[in-house]
């Protein structure tokens, strides 16, 4: 794959965009970006169209590799969701259901041809949340969660009614997995005591009329699931997941993964030694492996065979996002959200070496790798933080190359290339191209931003060659020792009062010195300086201790604070000359 025909789109409060990839990150011909009010701007799986949901209509854009070029504009008012076919045959679009004057609720889903732009069928669907219907890789058919049932239906031919309907009592969501022979998990919540299932049919004995499940599993404390297939659909990981930890540990419920087989022929628990919630799990693109990162943060992340058994441990890390590339040889592990957006990329072939690099990818809410494993692509995106909204694509070495930077961004990722071969990774690491004239001026200006500060000099040392740590430890035993006096109290001293008596004491004799009484007074003095500056000391080591638990954590310092951690040495070196 060449990288100039990798290929990005973003949508935006004002505007739209689909930009070229590297080297250029020129604007793509034949669309012009100045849509206001675009509610979704999504790619196709294969990257072969592209649609946005407008006021009035929706736009069906034909994508290519020297630009994109509308094909259709179709009649759909107020489209909230689109979703396009694995090959981009058919599109769906869902609006708002609304009642009639007779009573019923309108088709609010409509499934388009995206080649001629007509309409081949129409559903009631009132819940956004799992409303597209699930076709299969090769398009031939797709299925619908209809009344406790599951429904199959072929395309082309809607009209003929469904092929295919397997009973599943109560089921609350379902997933079509991929490959050349298709199955279909459906997972059933616990009621009225009884546990959850999970229950995996074959669409083949589907279409002969069987409802026997090939593989099934039953949970308790499963209130919701999500399921992953493996790119070869042999095999699926489930993680179950209740809104409240009966134990009290969590605030935010309680997690658990499990592994199925497709076939039946094996299932198991995924153990995991660590307390605290599943943050993320993900399969190897190779689909013999995954990792998981678990447990309360910092979280460990391990990577497993596909038979559940361990194969190595990543350490511990502020982390809850895994991203393989589409060759499944460089893989990420970042902490997005509330942590910090620290990015750390691992050779899968090297993992014995540590990662490959990490770079900081702060206040991100989107990550992608590009279809040809090389590039990574981050957006800080609204309504999240309406701050600084825009892209950044990061080299696999971690080198940034190219910032966009767009008020209000919503939504950005590459252009898909399901289906297409993928590239294969290159055995040594490729070189990063040179930054775009955007990421070099940002570049530039972090690095000015960073350079070191000079510490601290009192006035008084500024001019006189003095450095500030003689300063400090100048020699506290020559100041004045004068006791205090008050504004005022020196001219009300020997204030006369008129007709008060004279209470002026008679002279004493002097009193005779007592043996080291100055010197005693002296040392007193110096003892009680020095250690006042010890607590001092002592005190700031603290607070430096505090800020290095931080940085070590995963937060991110301001440069003040780091310019703290520095002066460590120098305040331990004055602390052991005042011991």
């Not at 190897?284 to 391990?302: D, L």
């Not at 004493?508 to 500056?533: C, F, L, Q, R």
Request: net charge positive; hydrophobic share 35%.
């Amino acid at each position: 794959m060449d990288v100039a025909s990798l290929q990005w789109a973003y949508r935006a409060q004002k505007s739209l965009g689909v930009q070229a990839g590297v080297p250029d990150f020129a604007s793509v011909p034949g669309f012009d970006g100045a849509h206001q009010g675009a509610r979704v701007l999504k790619y196709s799986p294969n990257g072969a169209r592209l649609a946005m949901a407008m006021d009035g209509s929706v736009r069906v854009y034909d994508v290519q590799e020297q630009g994109v070029k509308l094909q259709h504009e179709l009649p759909v008012a107020k489209a909230m969701e689109l979703a396009f076919s694995p090959r981009g045959k058919y599109l769906m679009t869902w609006e708002r259901p609304v009642k009639t004057d007779s009573g019923a609720w309108t088709k609010n889903l409509c499934v388009w041809d995206a080649a001629t732009g007509a309409q081949v069928g129409q559903f009631e669907r009132r819940q956004i949340e799992g409303w597209e219907l699930q076709f299969t890789d090769r398009e031939d058919y797709c299925v619908r969660q209809g009344v406790n049932e599951l429904q199959v239906w072929e395309p082309q031919r809607f009209a003929n009614g469904t092929v295919a309907r397997v009973p599943v009592e109560h089921m609350q969501m379902f997933d079509v997995g991929p490959g050349a022979q298709p199955a279909i998990a459906a997972f059933t919540p616990e009621k009225n005591g009884a546990p959850a299932f999970v229950r995996v049919f074959a669409l083949s004995s589907m279409l002969q009329g069987q409802s026997t499940p090939t593989a099934q599993k039953s949970f308790f404390k499963a209130d919701k699931v999500t399921i992953k297939w493996n790119q070869a659909g042999s095999s699926l990981l489930v993680m179950t997941s209740t809104d409240h930890d009966q134990t009290g540990k969590s605030y935010y419920g309680e997690t658990n993964l499990y592994m199925l087989s497709a076939r039946g022929d094996f299932d198991c628990r995924v153990s995991l030694d660590k307390e605290g919630p599943i943050h993320d799990f993900a399969w190897n693109p190779n689909s013999r492996e995954f990792i998981v990162i678990y447990g309360y943060m910092p979280a460990k992340a391990v990577v497993f065979s596909y038979r559940v058994n361990m194969i190595c441990e990543l350490g511990t890390q502020p982390r809850n996002l895994i991203s393989y590339n589409p060759q499944g040889r460089l893989f990420c592990l970042a902490g997005f959200g509330n942590l910090a957006g620290t990015v750390d990329v691992w050779d899968r072939e090297r993992l014995a070496e540590g990662k490959l690099c990490t770079f900081d990818a702060s206040n991100s809410s989107v990550l992608e790798w590009s279809p040809d494993g090389q590039f990574l692509l981050t957006g800080t995106l609204s309504p999240r933080l309406r701050v600084e909204n825009g892209v950044k694509i990061w080299h696999c070495s971690g080198q940034l190359v190219h910032v966009n930077m767009v008020d209000e961004m919503y939504a950005a990722g590459w252009r898909p290339q399901r289906f297409a071969p993928v590239p294969e990774f290159p055995k040594a690491l490729p070189a990063a191209p040179a930054p775009s004239a955007a990421a070099a001026a940002l570049l530039a200006k972090k690095q000015s931003a960073s350079k070191p500060v000079g510490a601290y000099r009192p006035p008084s040392a500024r001019h006189s060659g003095v450095s500030t740590s003689d300063y400090l430890r100048r020699d506290l035993s020559d100041a004045p020792s004068a006791p205090y006096v008050p504004p005022g109290a020196a001219g009300r001293k020997n204030r006369k009062v008129p007709g008060a008596p004279d209470k002026t004491p008679a002279p004493k004799a002097a009193p005779k010195p007592t043996m080291g009484a100055a010197d005693i007074g002296t040392n007193h003095s110096e003892a009680g300086a020095v250690e006042k500056k010890l607590r001092n000391l002592t005190k700031k080591l603290k607070a430096i201790e505090q800020l290095k638990e931080r940085r070590d954590r995963g937060e991110t310092l301001e440069q003040t604070q780091l310019q703290k951690i520095d002066t460590e040495a120098d305040i331990r070196r004055e602390l052991a000359s005042l011991q």
